[in-house]
C-alpha cells in the first residue's frame, strides 16, 4: 500500500491556489487507488526524475506553473518535499 506525507508542506498548503491544491488531492487519491507505478504513467502529470542537486526526487506538474516535488522511499512512502511556483524565468 502507498502511502503519500503531506506533513512537510502542510502548513503551506492553504496558500497554494485552491485549483492546485485540488490537483495535488487528486494525485494523492490516485496513488492511493491505483498505485504509484501506474499513476507515473498518466501524462497529465508529467511525472520526471530531477537532475543537478536534486536528483533523487521526483517532479509533478500540477499545471504549467506549479510543481510538486517529492521521494519516493521504501516500503510505498512517498513524501512530498515542496510545492513551488515556476516560471520561463527559472529554467
Given at each position: 500500500m502507498w502511502v503519500v506525507s503531506l506533513a512537510k508542506v502542510e502548513d503551506?498548503?492553504?496558500?497554494?491556489?485552491?485549483?492546485?491544491?485540488?490537483?495535488?488531492?487528486?494525485?494523492?487519491?490516485?496513488?492511493?487507488?491505483?498505485?504509484m507505478p501506474k499513476v507515473r504513467q498518466n501524462p497529465?502529470?508529467?511525472?520526471?526524475?530531477?537532475?543537478?542537486s536534486r536528483k533523487g526526487q521526483r517532479s509533478i506538474r500540477l499545471n504549467r506553473s506549479w510543481r510538486a516535488?517529492?521521494?519516493?522511499?521504501?516500503?510505498?512512502?512517498i513524501t512530498i518535499i515542496e510545492v513551488q511556483e515556476v516560471n520561463k524565468h527559472d529554467y
Open positions: 503551506d498548503l492553504w496558500r497554494l491556489p485552491p485549483h492546485i491544491r485540488d490537483k495535488l488531492f487528486a494525485w494523492e487519491a490516485l496513488i492511493h487507488e491505483l498505485g497529465g502529470f508529467h511525472d520526471e526524475p530531477s537532475k543537478g516535488i517529492y521521494e519516493e522511499l521504501p516500503h510505498g512512502q
